[in-house]
């Protein structure tokens, strides 16, 4: 049975052009996923998923396999788990397959102890294992702004913050699963996953330009200690 780790990587980015290939200091960012999958040696097979020539160039001079997509899958409203289904049912006509790792190709922070950490939490009842922060400040004094203000927990506005509960949000780094999780389409955020916490310093979402200095502010921080 073979473990192999998918990188989803499109090349239809619009808020960052050419995201995934755009140099992050000083390297194409998608080579920062594969590079770590390799030096995890956790997988039989690396593999992007990508309809971009550009993309699967870069990725194969890095040291993975390529998955053409079908432009179907390409758009912008196209989720994770179809893209990550396309590849097993591709892959799995010629290997068998256990357990399937999506990694990000923006993961720059994403790390082999994170990966090795998280396939020894993926037990046969566990579905998923992530990596996820703590928010800053508590999501319970949330609110909407529409016509006026509106609580999103109104039951805990008078209490104090330091009665209310600790929340969490994704990093968007990996997701290790089962292969027939993936393939049964399972939740990713439920009572049969589990995610290691990660620093705050040691994640950042990237969706635009600032993001991106952010990310690699952060990075070199990460590596200076």
Not at 16 to 45: C, D, E, Q, R, T
Not at 116 to 122: C, E, H, N
Not at 169 to 177: L, V
């Amino acid at each position: 049975m073979n473990n192999i780790c998918i990188i989803p990587a499109r090349g239809g980015s619009k808020r960052v052009p050419k995201k995934n290939l755009k140099n992050f200091l000083g390297f194409p960012i998608i080579s920062y996923a594969i590079i770590v999958a390799k030096k995890s040696k956790l997988f039989s097979k690396i593999i992007v998923s990508t309809e971009d020539k550009e993309i699967a160039k870069i990725s194969k001079k890095y040291g993975a396999e390529i998955h053409y997509r079908p432009k179907k899958l390409s758009d912008d409203i196209t989720g994770t788990n179809a893209v990550i289904c396309d590849v097993i049912n591709s892959y799995q006509k010629k290997i068998k397959i256990n357990i399937v790792c999506c990694i990000y190709p923006t993961s720059v922070f994403c790390t082999t102890i994170f990966l090795k950490k998280a396939l020894t939490l993926l037990d046969k009842k566990t579905k998923y294992v992530f990596t996820a922060s703590k928010y800053n400040h508590s999501i319970f004094r949330s609110f909407l702004k529409k016509k006026k203000i509106s609580m999103l927990f109104p039951k805990k506005e008078k209490k104090r913050t330091q009665d209310l509960p600790p929340a969490y949000h994704d990093a968007a780094q990996f997701y290790f699963g089962w292969k027939e999780s993936w393939l049964k389409n399972k939740s990713i955020f439920n009572k049969y996953s589990k995610f290691i916490e990660i620093d705050e310093h040691k994640t950042q979402d990237i969706d635009n330009l600032l993001d991106w200095k952010i990310a690699e502010a952060k990075y070199l921080k990460v590596k200076q200690r």
